[in-house]
């Protein structure tokens, strides 16, 4: 697929993207708050709670703004890649698909779109697109 269809899908798949990682950051900074967030990441058995609350919710507040906006789309998507893995392997307990069953539905679907976005960028409907033709333009000149 290519042009408009496929710029479409990503710019949709990106901002929804977006909104999933905003929303799960914004619950561990504004509704845990760090306090909460840590002592849940202890009773998970994640590594170096502290630490990794900052990261995740880091990556998923401003991370997840960003996707929004198509913005450094291939940088935040590597980040994401890593804090989906870290989440799957250090609370990843999986007793079924679902979540609602201990399930890892949630973290899959996470970790397979920001691979894709990884893989294709944000596409002609972001940031980084306008960013890009703007240097092509200025180095052809």
Do not use: N, W
């Amino acid at each position: 697929m290519s042009g408009t269809p496929r710029d479409v899908a990503l710019l949709v798949g990106r901002v929804l993207l977006g909104v999933v990682l905003f929303a799960h950051g914004f619950q561990k900074v504004f509704i845990y708050g760090f306090a909460g967030a840590t002592d849940a990441f202890t009773k998970m058995g994640v590594p170096v709670p502290p630490a990794s609350v900052a990261y995740a919710s880091a990556v998923e507040l401003v991370g997840g703004g960003l996707l929004i906006l198509g913005a450094f789309t291939t940088i935040v998507s590597a980040l994401v890649v890593l804090d989906m893995l870290g989440a799957a392997f250090t609370t990843g307990h999986y007793a079924a698909i679902l979540v609602q069953s201990r399930g890892f539905e949630l973290e899959g679907a996470i970790l397979v779109g920001a691979l894709l976005l990884l893989v294709t960028g944000a596409g002609r409907y972001s940031i980084d697109h306008l960013l890009l033709s703007r240097r092509r333009a200025a180095a052809s000149a």
